[in-house]
């Protein structure tokens, strides 16, 4: 099978917080290898084809409630791979973003708070401008490990306590 068997593994998966954990954790390291690659090629493109991004990231810091905030970090993922010009990397994401919406419990765990988010989208579109694609991927790989890494530490820490992977 492929990530169109995602939905059914997290299904069966929901019982077990430490399976649903594991899970998480793969998607996240597939996550950071298509984000980096999408920000290589985004590096290319010239800072004129940026300006979604950037449109994107002030609609994110004018964002009122926490909800529309958080649809808008998500939605600045699919902009980067639509950017990109990669279908199968847009395709893998909507998979995981299925999966977020699937496990919202789960997702406000392993969630950073909004101005270290700002501040990522802000200095990610910056770096982009300098057209620079080892950079880029390096950068992106470097931030989501240590993102990544804060957040599944929170995400066991309450594993022990509660079912984080329950919606």
Not at 7 to 28: C, I, K, N, T
Not at 33 to 48: F, H, I, K, Q, R
Not at 138 to 164: I, P
């Amino acid at each position: 099978g492929g990530l169109d068997r995602l939905p059914e593994m997290a299904l069966a998966f929901e019982g077990d917080p430490e399976r649903v954990v594991r899970l998480a954790r793969d998607l996240l390291a597939l996550r950071r290898l298509v984000m980096a690659e999408a920000a290589a090629t985004c590096a290319s493109l010239g800072s004129d084809a940026l300006e979604p991004l950037r449109t994107h990231v002030r609609a994110m810091e004018s964002a009122e409630d926490e909800a529309r905030f958080s649809a808008l970090d998500l939605e600045f993922g699919s902009i980067l791979l639509q950017l990109a010009g990669n279908i199968a990397f847009q395709l893998t994401y909507n998979t995981m973003l299925a999966f977020a919406a699937d496990h919202p419990a789960l997702m406000r765990v392993l969630s950073t708070d909004r101005e270290t988010l700002l501040e990522g989208v802000r200095s990610l579109v910056s770096l982009l401008t300098l057209g620079d694609p080892t950079l880029a991927r390096t950068a992106v790989l470097t931030a989501l490990e240590t993102l990544d890494a804060q957040g599944l530490a929170r995400v066991t820490a309450q594993s022990r306590d509660s079912k984080v992977g329950d919606t």
